[in-house]
């Protein structure tokens, strides 16, 4: 085993450590150096899209631009190793489930279907044709097909995406459940009716124009290393960089790019933040009031600083959002933000004094009770001045799969538009469900309920990823099927229901060989723009279907006789699919040759044309009052004789979400282990404990259920006092299933209450975590 130690990491972000990591990902992987063409092809017109996250590439048709973790996510896919019957003959499930998340994965890509086989306890392998008639089996006894739940994981293709949705409307229920419930569902919830669009405004154009660019609650040195690319970039120009998260994050402050000779051979490495604020985790929405109450102060004092004309043209509720703003208080600002007036005050300046502003933000925003409307103040601080609709100015929510949004754009969502329901119908003739479906946290409740049978998931580890570890392990168990399409084996495969089915699918480094040659998928970046991924791998085994033949052929065989959908002709020319999108989505308009153009095309966004599909055709501005009755502020309001900790789950370096690539966290200077809580020098001495002393977590909810992580190790680290943070998944178990953001539903992950205290073992019950140290 790694050694484990804290070392304070005192480097850039980027540089020789991430050529270093790459190295060791190959090896670990088992890729020859010739693997290397692999990497090579990410994000080339001609290679396949990055299955890493959703930041826009530079230039489509430039050079490779180099990302350690973009590498380790292709590195995970093409490795060599591989799961197939013989591997499932060894173990039974149990076995399995008794291996660590970390392990599971290490294993390899899966190879062929395999089919849950009760009396043995162990997955034995099925026909494709028999694992379809199984599932439709089930599909068609089903009562009411809203007792069917279809999940889906943002890696999903468009392609894949809409043949999905299109195959479940067609079934009869719109539950489509999916990772964007836990992650930007509140910027959509948030910026739809205050904007008229659900996605950011900005493009990569606009990075090389902003005078300053405002980072809330995101990594992405870690999350999105492409972004440092356009940060450094930026900061060269002499634009202001400020960035709002209670960790000094490295990626934040230093990057040395890998492809930069000079910084390479010097040790040099570019600045990234000019002003860095250190606030209290769900601070943000009083960071941005005091942002903007110092501009309206600013403007009643010498006027001229807002953009009046926007204002009066574009926008309605200004008025009461000043008048709220004037009535606030600097206090409760600066003990709800954990940021004093002083610093409160430099960040408006920046903001004075910039003519472009482009605001990013990411999980650090969405995962709060209060997400929804610490998102519309974050646009509401750029309508102030005009920020929104013109170059160099906008609003940058940036995504984290790499086609979740596309997924979303296909209809991927429990929610569905009355428009996208009636092009279904003119077009395929089908009177689709009209009801709302069940969310991701619904779905867990609904299953808990006894009322959720099938549980069907496009990719994804819904086991690992969603709140409430044991509640939805219960749920899962609940079902009469549950059924993975993946690469890999996972937490999901192993807590199943009482017949479970999992589905190998190609992933999007290979070569999909359908009847008129190889195809390609469509993605949708984070900035709207669409474009085609091509595999260059042979396929990691023979067995394999492409994620849009494994629902064409589902469809066929569950809606036979009931669809005049053209299943398996759709699937032997992809563009035959996208001629169908077309169908469906006007702004697809001549789809297949617009696509067809290295680096593609841009999706219309009204709000960046300034024009705004609102009820009122404006764009809204929203006072917000500052919550004082969080989670946190209730819990510390019943327990006054104890510290009651906010505790926020992330990534580590080395991690895609719940895949563990390794067990360091570079940049936070953590080696060799996962179970490790960050955690103020003073608060550590308050608890009358020690740096390095071992503590369990306990939840503060009010629903009388224990939940409890345990073992997780004391690190004293530059972070606000009562606030800790630790990895996830390893923490869900603790993110109660009712604590969900305002008007999203997404689960308060960044924002939970905890008392924290010597460890001791857990007495009975299931094992403390999913994934041992
Ligand atoms: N390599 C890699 N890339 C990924 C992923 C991955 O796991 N690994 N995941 C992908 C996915 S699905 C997503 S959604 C994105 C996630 O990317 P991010 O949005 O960067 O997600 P996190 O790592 O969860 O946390 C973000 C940051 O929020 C800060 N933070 C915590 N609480 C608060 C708060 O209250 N206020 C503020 N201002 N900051 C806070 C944390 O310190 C951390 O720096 O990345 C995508 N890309
Ligand atoms: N506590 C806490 N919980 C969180 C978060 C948090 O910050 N804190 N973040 C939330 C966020 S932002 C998100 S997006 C969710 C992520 O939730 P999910 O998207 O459900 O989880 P992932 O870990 O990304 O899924 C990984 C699995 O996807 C499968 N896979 C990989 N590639 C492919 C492919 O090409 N096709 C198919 N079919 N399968 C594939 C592999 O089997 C792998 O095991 O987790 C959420 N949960
Ligand atoms: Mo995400």
């Not at 392990?103 to 306890?121: I, K, N, V």
């Not at 998260?245 to 990234?272: A, C, H, W, Y």
């Not at 996208?578 to 290295?598: L, Y």
């Amino acid at each position: 085993m790694k050694e484990q130690k804290i070392e304070f990491y005192t480097g850039s972000a980027g540089g020789w450590g991430a050529l270093n990591s790459v190295k060791n990902t190959l090896l670990r992987q088992e890729i020859p150096i010739k693997g290397a063409k692999t990497l090579l092809s990410a994000n080339q017109p001609d290679g396949f899209d990055c299955p890493g996250c959703a930041w826009p590439d530079r230039n489509h048709a430039s050079t490779f631009e180099f990302c350690e973790n973009g590498v380790k996510a292709v590195a995970a896919e093409a490795t060599a190793r591989r799961v197939g019957p013989e591997f499932f003959a060894q173990y039974t499930v149990a076995e399995l489930a008794d291996q660590s998340d970390f392990w599971l994965e290490d294993q390899g890509r899966l190879t062929q279907p395999m089919a849950y086989h009760a009396p043995s306890d162990q997955y034995r392998p099925i026909a494709w044709d028999d694992a379809f008639a199984l599932i439709a089996k089930h599909l068609r006894a089903l009562p009411d097909p809203n007792q069917a739940i279809f999940y889906t994981s943002g890696r999903a293709s468009n392609e894949a995406a809409f043949l999905y949705q299109l195959f479940v409307r067609q079934y009869g229920t719109n539950n489509f459940p999916d990772c964007s419930n836990m992650c930007h569902e509140p910027s959509g919830s948030g910026m739809r009716p205050q904007i008229g669009v659900g996605k950011g405004t900005v493009t990569l154009q606009d990075f090389e124009h902003a005078d300053a660019i405002f980072i809330f609650g995101q990594n992405p040195g870690t999350n999105h290393p492409r972004m440092l690319g356009e940060l450094r970039e930026a900061h060269k120009r002499g634009a202001r960089i400020a960035s709002f998260n209670p960790l000094r994050e490295r990626g934040l402050e230093r990057f040395t790019d890998p492809q930069d000779k000079l910084q390479m051979v010097s040790g040099g490495s570019t600045p990234i933040s000019t002003h860095y604020f250190q606030l209290r985790v769900g601070g943000d929405l009083a960071a941005v009031k005091g942002i903007m109450k110092h501009v309206i102060e600013a403007e009643d004092a010498r006027g001229g600083v807002l953009d009046h004309a926007f204002i009066a043209e574009h926008t309605q509720g200004f008025e009461a959002l000043a008048a709220d703003l004037r009535a606030e208080s600097w206090a409760l600002l600066e003990q709800e933000s954990g940021l004093s007036q002083e610093q409160l005050r430099a960040a408006g300046d920046v903001y004075l004094g910039a003519k472009r502003v482009i605001a990013c933000w990411g999980m650090g925003i969405t995962q709060h009770k209060h997400s929804v409307a610490t998102i519309q103040a974050i646009v509401s601080l750029l309508m102030m001045r005009g920020n929104l609709g013109r170059e160099g100015a906008g609003a940058c929510p940036v995504r984290g799969h790499s086609n979740v949004q596309g997924d979303r754009t296909m209809g991927i969502w429990e929610k569905p538009p009355a428009a996208l329901l009636d092009a279904l119908r003119d077009v395929y003739g089908f009177e689709p469900p009209r009801a709302p479906g069940v969310d991701t946290v619904e779905a867990i409740q609904q299953m808990l309920d006894g009322n959720g049978k099938v549980f069907f998931a496009l990719g994804g580890n819904f086991a690992s990823a969603t709140p409430d570890t044991y509640q939805t392990w219960k749920g899962l168990q609940n079902c009469d099927l549950t059924v993975h399409v993946t690469t890999k084996l996972n937490r999901s495969h192993l807590v199943h229901g009482r017949e479970a089915l999992i589905l190998p699918c190609l992933g999007r480094t290979e070569i999909d060989m359908q009847a008129t040659g190889p195809q390609g998928v469509t993605v949708e970046d984070s900035m709207s723009m669409v474009h085609i991924s091509v595999g260059i791998n042979p396929p990691a085994s023979e067995h394999l279907l492409s994620e849009p033949a494994i629902v064409a052929r589902l469809a066929a065989a569950t809606l036979a006789g009931r669809s005049q959908v053209p299943w398996l002709w759709l699937i032997e020319d992809y563009a035959r699919i996208r001629d169908e999108i077309e169908k469906v989505f006007p702004d697809f308009r001549g789809f297949n040759e617009r696509v067809a153009v290295p680096g593609g095309f841009r999706l219309r966004n009204t709000a960046s044309e300034r024009v705004w599909n609102t009820a009122s055709g404006k764009a809204s501005f929203y006072p917000a009052p500052i919550p004082l009755d969080t989670p946190t502020h209730r819990a510390r309001e019943r327990i006054k004789d104890r510290i009651v900790f906010t505790l926020f789950t992330t990534r580590s370096h080395d991690q895609y979400n719940t895949t563990i690539y390794g067990m360091d966290d570079r940049y936070r200077g953590v080696y060799g282990q996962r179970r490790v809580l960050f955690i103020h020098a003073e608060d550590i001495r308050a608890l009358g404990l020690k740096d390095g002393d071992w503590v369990d977590l306990h939840t503060v909810w009010s629903d009388g259920q224990e939940r409890r992580a345990d073992r997780f190790k004391l690190v004293a680290y530059d972070i606000p006092r009562g606030n800790v943070g630790a990895y996830y998944p390893e923490t869900n178990p603790l993110v109660p299933l009712s604590a969900v953001a305002e008007t999203a539903g997404t689960p308060t992950s960044k924002s939970i209450p905890v008392l924290v205290v010597p460890h001791e073992p857990a007495p009975t019950g299931p094992r403390p975590d999913a994934v041992p140290a």
